[in-house]
């Protein structure tokens, strides 16, 4: 072929390209990241390797986190139980135990997200390679992160209470969500922050003052019918709730739940609300994949 | 099976130089400022900057073609399309076959991580699959010769022992296709030419090769092909003498005669000695070269000079016609001259030029002539030191 008919072929391929499908970038970004396994189990062990390396710490980095959010918890729930005069009840500790464990890998998975297309810069401006794997690889560090902590955890449930129960099934379904949502926020604040440097103080920012919009330390039900349903609009909070229904309450989650209130009935949990984070989770992934895969060449030319 | 190769067609990349926004805050700004004042259009190609313009090469296998220009021609640019690190923003780059790269070959390494730790991170940002690295990791720590630092993490590595490593990974990749960045002058003079040999190893091998480097000697020795880029773009291609001699004309770095004067020039610098030049050879050189009319103005006290110049720009040598009491006037000339090549081997460019002897300056500079020198067996090294020997029997 001359060089002629290989110009006029390029021009034809570049056409091709210019009709954008959504299901054609899905399946590449598929292929690419199977393809790109070994990398990402490396950059993970990386990552877990430099945090536990010269920590004293150990293992308890692991648990540091969320064992810190349980114990703000419990002073707050003390707090509580010292004005209204009810009693403290070991449920309440497992509900904070749990949602402090779900809490910490969301806010520690993204706030080591957002960095990574920055933090890998030496990597993304000379080397090939599906960005995709730096915010996912930090995620999964986290993950190995807080799956240290949820077994330790395992290890007190039979002091606080906690039993086996049939609607422990829906565990996986909410922590798959979870991490759906972790991944979807952690490519967006990534390829945010490879073009905006100030991304990543917004992030930190609402990563520190997110734990007064998401019901951790307190019950949906304390903020009334109406705020009750208003919190549910946090994406993180039905997924949190879930977990606590589900591990510490043995609810089934696709039965309503509504409790007694001061001033009325106040609906704590619908199966529709899991629906709505569940759509902004999936919905939030496709879109932040291929907002995140639209911005990939241009990755090098920005961090 | 397709077969490797690299195919670089009308290759464009074009950058935004001046303000950039990276914060969200001058973004703000700046979207504020414009609300306020009218747009202005003007400043947007100013702004444009293109690193790459048009640029089409082939490399089949079998060829190793070096890229050579000077900084900001370019090369990292088209090596970083290449890689698909950038998009080109018009044209189509087709690698076919496993593309290594050795490009910034410590790129991954971690201080805090031990040797092993990162040859395994920087073989899998490479592409190796696990099993791979595993199979070959004793020959890339024997390669690097850090075997004994292996679990020491890397921050305590010398930059040569850490250079070395990342060397080591990059060449046992076994590639379809080799693309080499500025990696050849890695650790210490032994480990340069055990890298500079796996790299012909590699090229012998028949496996398509792009090299950019801006050791020329090392270009031409290494490569069939070279493409010589300036300002991004492709102002000679052809073979790497060819494209040398280009990137060193002096014309073509500015260094020009006195403009307006210029009674005598040379015309054409040829060789004529048959065979190969080696070391300790003769090496005849012939200057071809015309006076206007008018002959040489009597404030002018010309002379006939060549210099030669070793690939990586040195001055080896420059020699003038003075002591030969050779007096050029009116018309076409030629000068011959004999040379004794007493310099190591390598590539050397021989440029001539009419000097004038009472201001010192050239009058006419001719075009440069690239000569490759071959290993010699009068002498090694880098000096001719002319020794005699004589033996004389010693009587106990």
């Given at each position: 072929m001359t060089l002629a008919e290989q110009i006029s072929q390029a021009g034809g391929a570049q056409q091709v390209d210019a009709s954008y499908s959504i299901w054609g970038a899905l399946v590449e970004i598929a292929k690419e990241l199977s393809s790109s396994r070994e990398l990402t189990r490396q950059l993970i062990l990386r990552d877990l390797r430099i945090r536990y390396k010269q920590a004293v710490f150990g293992l308890l980095w692991a648990v540091l986190m969320p064992g810190l959010i349980v114990l703000s918890g419990l002073v707050i729930r003390f707090a509580v139980v010292q004005m209204t005069g009810t009693t403290f009840e070991r449920k309440m500790a497992a509900a904070l135990a749990v949602k402090s464990l779900a809490w910490g890998f969301f806010i520690g998975a993204i706030g080591l997200a957002t960095p990574s297309l920055t933090s890998n810069s030496n990597l993304v401006t000379k080397v090939h390679f599906p960005r995709e794997v730096l915010p996912l690889s930090a995620i999964l560090a986290q993950g190995v992160d807080s799956g240290i902590g949820a077994l330790i955890f395992l290890f007190i449930t039979p002091f606080l209470g906690i039993g086996l129960s049939?609607?422990?099934?829906?565990l996986p379904i909410v922590l798959a969500l979870l991490f759906c949502l972790t991944v979807a926020a952690g490519l967006l604040f990534s390829c945010a922050n490879a073009f905006f440097r100030d991304v990543k103080y917004l992030v930190q920012m609402f990563i520190t003052f997110g734990i007064f919009y998401t019901p951790i330390f307190y019950?949906?039900?304390?903020?009334g019918p109406v705020g009750a349903k208003l919190i549910m609009l946090n994406p993180v909070t039905p997924l949190l709730e879930g977990l606590r229904l589900a591990?510490?309450?043995?609810?089934?989650?696709l039965v309503p739940l509504s409790v007694q209130a001061a001033k009325g009935m106040v609906v704590?949990?619908?199966?529709w609300y899991l629906a709505y984070s569940a759509a902004v989770a999936i919905l939030g992934l496709l879109a932040s994949a291929l907002i995140f895969h639209r911005a990939e060449a241009v990755y090098a030319e920005y961090v | 099976m397709t077969v490797p190769g690299v195919r670089c067609i009308g290759v464009s990349k074009k950058f935004r130089r001046g303000e950039h926004h990276d914060s969200l805050r001058s973004v703000i700004a700046s979207f504020a400022r414009a609300l306020r004042s009218r747009p202005r259009a003007v400043e947007k190609n100013d702004r444009e900057f293109w690193a790459l313009r048009d640029v089409t090469f082939e490399v089949e296998p079998g060829q190793a073609v070096g890229i050579i220009g000077a900084n900001g021609a370019g090369k990292s640019t088209l090596l970083k399309v290449l890689t698909r690190v950038l998009r080109p923003t018009t044209g189509i780059i087709d690698v076919r076959g496993r593309q290594g790269a050795l490009i910034?070959?410590?790129?991954?390494?971690?201080?805090?991580?031990t040797g092993r730790e990162n040859v395994a991170l920087q073989g899998s940002i490479m592409g190796m699959p696990a099993v791979e690295i595993a199979r070959k990791f004793d020959q890339i720590v024997e390669f690097a010769g850090v075997s004994e630092f292996i679990d020491t993490p890397v921050k305590r590595y010398s930059s040569g022992m850490n250079a070395r490593l990342g060397f080591a990974i990059a060449a046992h990749l076994d590639p379809d296709v080799l693309i080499i960045d500025e990696?050849?002058?890695?650790?210490?003079l032994a480990f340069q030419q055990k890298a500079f040999g796996r790299i012909q190893d590699l090229v012998k091998s028949g496996i398509p090769v792009v090299v950019v480097s801006h050791q020329l000697d090392r270009v031409s020795q290494l490569c069939t092909h070279a493409i010589l880029l300036d300002h991004g773009s492709v102002i000679c291609q052809g073979t790497p003498a060819e494209c040398i001699a280009e990137y060193l004309n002096p014309r073509r770095q500015g260094f020009t005669a006195v403009a307006g004067e210029s009674p005598a020039a040379i015309d054409r610098v040829t060789v004529e000695s048959e065979g190969e030049v080696v070391s300790g050879g003769p090496l005849r050189v012939r200057i071809e070269g015309t006076v206007g009319p008018g002959g040489v103005p009597s404030h002018v006290d010309p002379a006939v000079v060549l210099v030669m110049n070793a690939a990586n720009g040195a001055l080896v040598s420059a020699i003038g016609s003075s002591g030969s009491n050779l007096t050029i006037a009116e018309g076409a000339f030629a000068v011959d001259v004999e040379l004794q090549m007493n310099v190591p081997r390598g590539l050397y460019v021989i440029q001539a030029a009419v000097w004038n002897r009472r201001t010192e300056q050239a009058l006419g500079a001719g075009p440069s002539l690239v000569v490759q020198v071959g290993e010699g067996i009068l002498f090694a090294g880098s000096v001719q030191l002319n020794g005699r020997m004589s033996l004389s029997p010693l009587v106990t």
């Open positions: 049939a609607a422990l099934v829906w019950e949906p039900a304390t903020l591990v510490v309450e043995g609810h089934n989650l704590v949990w619908s199966p | 910034e070959i410590a790129a991954g390494f971690h201080p805090d991580l990696v050849l002058s890695v650790g210490d």
